[in-house]
């Protein structure tokens, strides 16, 4: 069966640090895959999906990138956090855009 | 989210009594509609989908129904409990993308 990790499952880090958040898909191969930002009490807002390795759709302009080295592996980054970068972020993959996307645990971000 | 929008965005309902959560899409190519729940603190999951070429499908307690030609679906939860507290999240995929229109959200309170 699929199964998704996300991690670190909590964050601390100050305005101005590097980020680095991880997502692997194990059971699957050349998944969909995606991240999301929620920030508290609000809906889900796409970040970047990717249909492939080194490919990748930003769907929101702003100071995060992400990066798909392997076929299972989803990178979200930043060089220089903001505090607005605070929030639950989310990974996701999916067979097809017509099949159920999967989240991961996710991972809850703050900015000091 | 710009293709899906969902109502109400709270409800609170007396144990034992139904829920009801309506979204309308825009696109009537629209073929695949997921249903998610997400608990406080915890990751978006899918409770239940529809695909276009049904008008209605049943698990247990949930049900979901779909008409094309007014582009709408909807949730429907019977005998509420408690554990049925949680925010719900449509959506829709959009048409030849790879992504999913995520409505805002329905938080609902299920009173004991």
């Known amino acids: 069966s699929q199964t998704i990790h996300q991690w670190p499952a909590t964050l601390v880090q100050p305005v101005g640090s590097p980020l680095s958040l991880e997502c692997t898909v194990e059971?699957?191969?050349?998944?969909?895959l995606y991240w999301y930002r929620q920030a508290a009490g609000r809906g889900l807002q796409l970040l970047f999906y990717s249909v492939g390795i080194g490919q990748i759709s930003s769907e929101v302009p702003q100071n995060l990138s992400a990066s798909r080295p392997q076929d299972r592996q989803f990178i979200l980054s930043s060089k220089k956090l903001l505090l607005s970068d605070s929030g639950f972020y989310l990974c996701?993959?999916?067979?097809?855009?017509?099949?159920?996307?999967?989240f991961g645990d996710g991972t809850r971000l703050s900015i000091l | 989210g710009e293709n899906v929008e969902q109502h109400p965005s709270t409800l609170s309902v007396q144990e034992g009594d139904s829920a009801v959560i309506k979204c309308t899409y825009s696109d009537s190519a629209s073929n695949y509609f997921p249903w998610y729940k997400q608990e406080l603190g915890k990751r978006p999951q899918l409770i239940i989908d529809i695909r276009s070429n049904v008008g209605e499908k049943k698990d247990q307690r949930i049900a979901v129904t779909l008409n094309k030609t007014a582009k709408h679906f909807s949730l429907h939860i019977t005998e509420t409990q408690p554990e049925d507290s949680a925010v719900y999240f449509c959506?829709?995929?959009?048409?030849?993308?790879?992504?999913?229109?995520f409505g805002a959200g329905t938080t609902v309170t299920v009173r004991a």
């Open positions: 959506a829709a995929p959009l048409p030849n993308d790879y992504k999913l229109s």
């Open positions: 996701a993959w999916s067979g097809s855009f017509t099949e159920p996307q999967h």
């Open positions: 059971g699957t191969s050349n998944p969909n």
